[in-house]
């Protein structure tokens, strides 16, 4: 009993780590000075390497014979996941990355709003109710109620995180009909689509000879590839098998948290209370959403 209790805190601990990382991750994207897809190709190239490394050297092999029949619908995953990166970097640049965050964090409500056509999931009253309060969360961090129309780039922020939360819910939703593919597996696959998918508009739009990341630009660049991608996911991986989904739903909103923080005390990011208000309900309904 003592043992499986100290694997159970351990687990948990691991995975308060992947969640306390993945919640810096807009600082770091911050400090980095380079477009938005080569920051997501980069970070799926690296995570994808170094998740490949750290399955062969704790002796875990791959399963190509678990791929069969799956390798298109993985490869799609993935590509959302890469365009999901894409749009959510962006995000980070044109408003602040609180507001970017809990407007990322509509995308369980936008799983919920789609069940019901795919996969024919009923819609209960309880779960309307969170989507409406979700969205009037919306309109609160979005400024409008107290400060009229939002900025330009505010208003290019907003609708950036809200299409990768779009495309977040859609990752759930395809990651849904894959069956029987183990998780390292088919994170690793996911990874490697995402750097492939994003690589081709990298080449054809970075202009690599103008590109200054710096030395402190590239140790960002592969802090995000290597921390908040090999590192958080080797983390996050390692620790749902000894949780359960009721302690990985409330932990998960450590994550949100940290990133608001961080906003408000490093990056000194206003988000008012209107916005204040707005996150709460956001992250309250999603919360909520998942449970009823």
Request: contains cysteine.
């Amino acid at each position: 009993m003592a043992e499986g209790k100290g694997l159970r805190v351990g687990g948990e601990a691991g995975f308060i780590a992947a969640m306390a990382i993945w919640g810096t991750i807009g600082l770091f994207v911050r400090w980095i000075d380079a477009p938005s897809a080569l920051i997501a190709c980069a970070r799926g190239f690296i995570g994808a390497g170094f998740l490949l490394a750290f399955l062969f050297a704790i002796g875990k092999g791959i399963s190509p014979a678990a791929f069969h029949g799956k390798g298109l619908v993985l490869a799609l995953s993935g590509a959302l996941i890469g365009l999901n990166w894409v749009f959510l970097f962006e995000a980070y640049r044109y408003t602040t990355v609180a507001i970017a965050t809990v407007c990322y964090y509509l995308a369980p409500i936008f799983v919920m709003l789609a069940s019901p056509f795919a996969f024919r999931e009923r819609l209960t009253l309880g779960k309307t109710a969170c989507a409406a309060v979700a969205f009037a969360g919306m309109a609160l961090v979005s400024g409008v109620l107290e400060n009229g129309l939002p900025t330009l780039a505010d208003s290019r922020g907003i609708l950036c995180a809200v299409a990768a939360a779009v495309l977040y819910a859609s990752v759930v939703l395809v990651n849904k009909r894959i069956e029987d593919v183990p998780a390292w597996d088919k994170t690793l696959v996911q990874l490697t689509s995402a750097a492939l998918v994003t690589l081709p508009y990298v080449l054809l739009t970075v202009d690599f000879g103008g590109l200054e990341l710096g030395a402190s630009g590239l140790l960002f660049l592969l802090a995000v590839g290597v921390l908040h991608t090999g590192i958080a996911y080797a983390l996050y991986f390692g620790s749902i098998p000894r949780m359960s989904a009721q302690r990985i739903a409330v932990l998960s909103y450590i994550d949100p948290v940290v990133a608001i923080l961080l906003s408000a005390f490093v990056l000194a990011e206003p988000l008012g209370l209107a916005g204040a208000a707005g996150a709460a309900l956001i992250l309250g309904a999603a919360f909520l959403s998942g449970r009823l």
